[in-house]
């Protein structure tokens, strides 16, 4: 007799799910001769009380009694073309060392009731790292974990980002990667996760932060295993006021399968390629497949999924990964999948962001189904490659005009109706990996990006993204002046990690830098057009190297004026068009942070007169002292 249909119904979730006195268990595998639960609860033994019952739609379940928390288990799938054991596809965490057993988990985490919103889209800041290579106090045995991340917290808090955004951590099949070959999709990354003897330390640590701001601790206990681990960053930064976004790869998987992952997951034939395989497709991408979006259970699998981390992990958004595969290789099903998803999310959890990658960029990618694919941001590259456009030409020895208007035109890309509908900013973790681009510093000054020269342009590149429309979004080390390019392989790499010995050093020229752009995202928070809808390009003059916008909340004012210069000496006198008359503020100089307090800062002495002479479709104009290499905020 096949295991017991107790505790389930038609809702039964897939996977391994604790209940009562023992577990559900459900699996798709539509073309299986049979389907067994093997783990620790039986001996690993395939027997009639080990058998599922199959059900309509291919699906398997049954429940067993006596299943505890944090016991293995297998799927034992008999098929056409094989047998043998398969991972659960909702497997919530793994077994080390890979490859490994399925861990049945409860949903249960000492949880802080914060208290914590998810910000609006207008007032998000965001900061891309890599868990394995952002902070890496274990190398060269181990690379960072999640509870690194959480020590670094404080960082984060201070400098006023509001959000993190985590590259994939989904179970991969390899020490280093990106993150974008995972293949174990409900399963944080193992590698990511400090092993059980080693927590008292960390727990330590991360106490710390809880006693900081006078709320209970963790026991150790509390942190054992990636899943928990991951809560409790999310957790932490909740406390201290940060959002968690969360990088998802919906348009392929793989790369290293292995024959107990979801590849043929009903042990069908291979004979005839790809078409038999249940998830996938035969359009490969990126060393994997592509996901099969015609079939529902594929898309509820990935809509769970996105679900499943915004309830267990409670993350306030997810990064989704090259939306335009899922469009392009995954027609003609796969921007209706989109549809799907984002309207199911936006009914699930309202407030949360869902932010596309999409290229070449596509405004449609935002608007409502059924015109547009529902997504609430996407990323855009025109500004990036403006900025580091201008920034490399301005390393050169000479006076060159520089292409500012091209710049003036990246600052709204064509399309978008609301300024938060794009993600905008000069690094990220493709354009500056190891062997491809530089990192600002470095592209201002290729000889030394530790120059003035590399540091005031460096400056100037991050201040342009943090004042114009669009939502920022930093790079890992951006904020101290890294200058180095990245790898997510640190043992052979461990010269592009960053450089948090200097930091933590006292190196001026890093910290003046992290006071720049601490003070910057400031005063976002201080003047609200800089968060505003409200933007038009007041001036731009190649030659002189000269960008002036303006921006404001609409129906409000709030009005304020950017100005960037890109010379390489002082400009005295450089007439400007105010949308007012009367006495203006210099509310920022990024002069002042060359060896900040620069007691040379060149500058408008923190107020200047916009007098009644008509200029750049203003009724009122001010003559300005430009510094060389700066950003400038006017304001009331």
């Known amino acids: ?167 994939p951590i989904q179970e991969f099949q390899t020490q280093f990667s990106l993150g974008y070959n995972g293949t174990d999709y409900f399963s944080p990354e193992m590698d990511f996760a ?17 006693d900081v701001i006078g709320r209970s601790r963790y026991r150790v206990e509390d942190l054992r295993g990636e899943m928990n681990q991951l809560k409790a960053l999310v957790d932490l930064c909740h406390l201290y006021g940060l959002a968690v976004i969360l990088d998802v790869v919906y348009n392929h998987a793989g790369g ?36 099969d979006f015609g079939k529902p259970e594929v898309r509820d699998f990935l809509i769970q999924n996105a679900k499943f981390f915004l309830d267990e992990y409670r993350i306030d958004g997810l990064r989704y990964d090259q939306v335009s595969v899922i469009d392009h290789d995954g027609a003609p099903h796969g921007w209706s999948f989109c549809q799907d998803l984002t309207s199911t999310l936006r009914h699930h959890k309202p407030g949360v962001l869902d932010k596309a990658e999409y290229w070449n960029v596509n405004p449609y990618v935002v608007k409502l189904p059924p015109e547009g694919a529902g997504f609430d941001t996407t990323l855009t590259d025109g500004l990036r490659i403006a900025i580091r456009n201008v920034i490399g030409n301005a390393s050169a020895p000479d006076e060159r005009p520089l292409d500012l208007s091209g710049l003036a035109r990246s600052l709204w890309p064509e399309g978008f109706n609301e300024h938060w509908r794009f993600v905008q900013g000069p690094e990220n973790h493709d ?57 997510d392989n640190f043992e052979f790499h461990q010269n592009l990690l960053l450089h948090w010995a200097g930091l933590d050093a006292g190196d001026k020229q ?33 030659q002189n190297r000269v960008l002036t916008f303006h921006r404001w909340v609409e129906g409000e004012g709030h009005d304020v004026i950017v100005v960037v210069h890109l010379g390489n000496f002082n400009r005295f006198d450089y007439r400007i068009g105010f949308p007012g008359g009367g006495d203006w503020r210099e509310v920022f100089n990024s002069d002042v942070y060359e060896n900040w307090v620069n007691a040379n800062t060149v500058g408008n002495g923190g107020r200047i007169h916009a007098a009644p002479q008509p200029l750049h479709d203003f009724s009122h104009s001010a003559a300005l002292a430009l510094p060389a290499n700066s950003l400038l905020v006017f304001a009331r």
């Open 1 to 167: 007799m096949p295991a017991s249909l107790e505790h389930i119904g038609p809702h039964t979730p897939m996977g391994a799910n604790l209940i009562a006195d023992g577990a559900t268990f459900r699996a798709w595998a539509p073309h299986a001769r049979s389907v067994h639960v093997i783990g620790d609860f039986n001996n690993r033994q395939r027997n009639d009380a080990s058998l599922l019952t199959r059900e309509s739609h291919g699906h398997w379940r049954g429940f067993i009694s006596g299943v505890r928390d944090r016991q293995r288990y297998m799927f034992y799938v008999v098929g056409d073309g094989s047998e043998g054991p398969k991972r659960d596809p909702y497997a919530r965490e793994l077994q080390t060392p890979f490859p490994s057993e399925c861990i049945i988990r409860k949903t249960d985490f000492p949880w802080h009731e914060s208290g914590y919103v998810t910000p609006k889209f207008d007032d998000f800041v965001i900061y891309q790292l890599h868990v394995g290579a952002f902070f890496t106090p274990n190398l060269p045995r181990k690379a960072g974990t999640f509870l690194d991340v959480a020590r670094k917290i404080p960082h984060f808090a201070d400098l006023g980002v509001t959000a993190i955004q985590l590259m």
């Open 194 to 210: 400090v092993e059980d003897a080693e927590l008292g330390p960390y727990a330590a640590e991360v106490n710390k932060l809880l």
């Open 256 to 291: 290293d399968f292995g024959d107990q992952s979801l590849y043929f997951f009903d042990r069908q034939s291979s004979q005839s390629g790809n078409r038999n395989s249940l998830y996938f497709t035969d359009v490969g991408h990126a060393g994997g497949l592509v996901f």
């Open 431 to 487: 354009i500056v990996y190891n062997g491809r681009e530089q990192r600002i510093a470095r592209l201002g000054d290729p000889s030394n990006p530790r120059s003035w020269y590399g540091r005031s342009r460096a400056r100037v590149a991050t201040g342009i993204s943090l004042t114009a429309p669009g939502i920022p979004m930093l790079f890992m080390g951006q904020e101290f002046l890294e200058d180095k390019q990245w790898s």
């Open 510 to 542: 890093m910290l003046d830098h992290v006071r720049f752009t601490r003070e910057l995202i400031k005063l976002r928070w201080r003047y609200p057009g800089l968060r505003g809808q409200g933007f038009r390009v007041v001036h731009v003059h190649d």
